[in-house]
T-cell receptor, first 115, second 112 residues
């Protein structure tokens, strides 16, 4: 199989704090991981593409200094929401792809609530 | 910009009915198309993956078709059950291992 985990599954934090979300591929090596965001009643929107050993590629309108992505190994990518504000409250989902794979494998998501 | 649209946005059917969910995409040069299920507050469960060279895929009561030239895909659910209630998302990719562009989703409710 191909399993992707995320930690934590949910987090509540105060405005102004930073939150780190981990995405791990448990049984395969992922050269590329993707971070998506889903606001209530909306579909998933890609935030950034994370490649192991290089800088992430951010989609237009996503602040790279606010959403820090680190893909330090072939099985782990982290998304850090810096100085979180209530408007950052959302459902964050990562996905990972195997080399030359035809599909992506999605994590269970992390729900972030910023008070 | 690639756009993926799903119709209807919401659907409510009595148990046992067959139903069709629709997905359309503006750029027909897709690599593959995938249907997902999302339960409230949960992540995504992959249902069916159709390669661009394929016309349909089947899994149990689910059948997904792809008409690449017209930019359309349908997900057919036979003999619907209350457990099928969820949001169904279609997503397209344009290269191997590349990002998915997600549709707006169809929220399905199957009434017992």
């Amino acid at each position: 199989g191909a399993v992707v985990s995320q930690h934590p599954s949910w987090v509540i934090c105060k405005s102004g704090t930073s939150v780190k979300i981990e995405c791990r591929s448990l049984d395969f090596q992922a050269t590329t991981m993707f971070w998506y965001r889903q606001f209530p009643k909306q579909s998933l929107m890609l935030m950034a593409t994370s490649n192991e050993g290089s800088k992430a590629t951010y989609e237009q309108g996503v602040e790279k200094d606010k959403f820090l992505i680190n893909h330090a190994s072939l099985t782990l990518s982290t998304l850090t929401v810096t100085s979180a504000h209530p408007e950052d409250s959302s459902f964050y989902i990562c996905s990972a792809s195997k080399p030359l794979s035809e599909t992506q494998y999605f994590g269970p998501g992390t729900r972030l609530l910023v008070l | 910009k690639q756009e993926v649209t799903q119709i209807p946005a919401a659907l409510s059917v009595p148990e046992g009915e067959n139903l069709v969910l629709n997905c359309s995409f503006t750029d027909s040069a897709i690599y593959n198309l995938q249907w997902f299920r999302q339960d409230p507050g949960k992540g995504l469960t992959s249902l069916l993956l159709i390669q661009s060279s394929q016309r349909e895929q089947t899994s149990g009561r689910l059948n997904a078709s792809l008409d690449k030239s017209s930019g359309r895909s349908t997900l057919y659910i036979a003999a619907s059950q209350p457990g099928d209630s969820a949001t169904y998302l279609c997503a397209v990719s344009y290269d191997t291992g590349n990002q998915f562009y997600f549709g707006t989703g169809t929220s399905l409710t199957v009434i017992p």
